[in-house]
């Protein structure tokens, strides 16, 4: 079992950057790839990027490599998503979530889920 909160979401212009963090309870956590999602207003919860349970290995989707990054503290038992050069259209709710399968990209492969944090980019 694994418990999973996010936080860091806010406003933040065009061009700014932003940093999630995910933090995960269970001692199991070190055994999950951890993925990012988002969801925006009407649309469907989409797949952001993900990261091996060793943290030394991520993908990422095409609308965002090259400027999200995420990275993990097994330790620490968190996720984090950094967020630069952000779009008007990166406005989301960001949700982490943990799957057993290394390469899982679709929602229902993801075992556990957090409640999601806002993030918001004005034009």
């Known amino acids: 079992q694994v418990q999973l909160v996010e936080s860091g979401g806010g406003l933040v212009p065009a061009g700014g950057s932003l940093r999630l963090s995910c933090a995960a309870s269970?001692?199991?956590?070190?055994?999950?790839?951890m993925g990012w999602f988002r969801q925006a207003p009407g649309k469907e919860r989409e797949f952001v990027g993900a990261i091996h349970w060793s943290g030394g290995t991520s993908y990422y989707a095409e609308s965002v490599k090259g400027r999200f990054t995420i990275s993990r503290d097994n330790a620490q038992n968190m996720v984090y998503l950094q967020l630069n050069s952000l779009k008007a259209e990166d406005t989301a709710m960001y949700y982490c979530?943990?799957?057993?399968?290394?390469?899982?990209?679709?929602?229902?492969?993801?075992?556990?889920w957090g409640q999601g944090t806002q993030v918001t980019v004005s034009s």
């Open positions: 269970g001692r199991a956590f070190s055994s999950y790839a």
């Open positions: 979530a943990a799957s057993r399968i290394w390469t899982a990209v679709t929602r229902s492969l993801y075992d556990y």
